[in-house]
């Protein structure tokens, strides 16, 4: 793997992936995307301390920049393309029984979790068509991958205690897109997944999640390093166990 593309790298699962990567890949061309560089402290000290760590300013909710960002990330990777994006940034919104769910708390969490995404990805297309052109070697990490941070909360299977529709309809809607990415996409060799992290210690996963963000990332990390061309369009949970769509 000589590239890739975090979201929502200031905190949280974001900041811990690029924390791991930037240890495991020395040598790999990494950018860590957040939407206030300057208020993200542990990300610039990160990026101080390592130069192959790149921190690009990107507002999903900001779909006009991506075109512009995109041309930023194409200046670090080169001729080489991008080899991993991982859509990591996501929102929840709070009062989400079906008596208080609000529109905008729907709206809020399809922007961020369903539709930011999958434009990026339009997006950055073309930079992981390139990578997956210039590794003709095995589907995977090393060559062209988009993994879509889902939640176990998105899968319709396992949903067996209802609520959280803001979250859990923006997450399964996610889990279509990458499925669909996975079969558009066959042809590029560019693998498609959706993983979920497990439940961790974040602001968004609370204090009461049983994992911490080092058991999560390495976890993913592991994980998606293991993922071949049998992989695409399924759905990942950190450790490596397949979960129901
Ligand atoms: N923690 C869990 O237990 C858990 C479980 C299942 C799935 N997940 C998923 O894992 C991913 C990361 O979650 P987390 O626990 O690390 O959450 P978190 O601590 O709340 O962090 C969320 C990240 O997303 C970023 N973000 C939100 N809106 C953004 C926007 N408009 N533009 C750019 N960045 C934006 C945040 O940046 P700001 O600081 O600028 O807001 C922050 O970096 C999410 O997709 C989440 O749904 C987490």
Same mark, same amino acid.
């Given at each position: 793997m000589q590239s890739a593309l975090v979201t929502g790298c200031n905190r949280g699962l974001g900041l811990g992936l690029v924390s791991a990567l930037v240890r495991k890949y020395p040598r790999a061309t990494l950018l860590a995307a957040c939407r206030k560089p300057q208020d993200a402290p542990e990300l610039q000290e990160l990026s101080g301390k390592f130069e192959n760590l790149h921190i690009v300013k990107l507002d =999903?909710?900001?779909?006009?920049?991506y075109k512009s960002v995109v041309e930023e990330i194409s200046n670090y990777t080169?001729?080489?393309? =991008?080899n991993l994006l991982i859509n990591n940034a996501g929102v929840t919104s709070k009062f989400t029984t079906l008596n208080y769910v609000k529109s905008q708390q729907l709206i809020d969490n399809f922007m961020i979790n369903t539709v930011a995404p999958i434009l990026l990805t339009k997006q950055l297309l073309p930079l992981l068509k390139l990578a997956s052109q210039k590794n003709p070697s095995s589907i995977g990490i090393n060559r062209a991958a988009i993994v879509n941070m889902s939640s176990i909360l998105g899968s319709i299977a396992l949903n067996d205690n209802g609520g959280f529709y803001p979250y859990r309809c923006s997450k399964t809607a996610l889990n279509a897109a990458t499925r669909s990415m996975s079969i558009d996409l066959k042809k590029d060799n560019i693998m498609v997944v959706s993983l979920h992290p497990g439940w961790v210690k974040t602001d968004m996963g609370g204090a009461n999640a049983p994992l911490d963000i080092e058991t999560s990332t390495q976890g993913m990390i592991k994980t998606l390093e293991s993922l071949n061309e049998t992989s695409t369009g399924r759905f990942y949970q950190y450790d490596g166990e397949e979960l129901a769509w």
């Open positions: =999903l909710s900001d779909i006009d920049s080169k001729e080489n393309g =991008l």
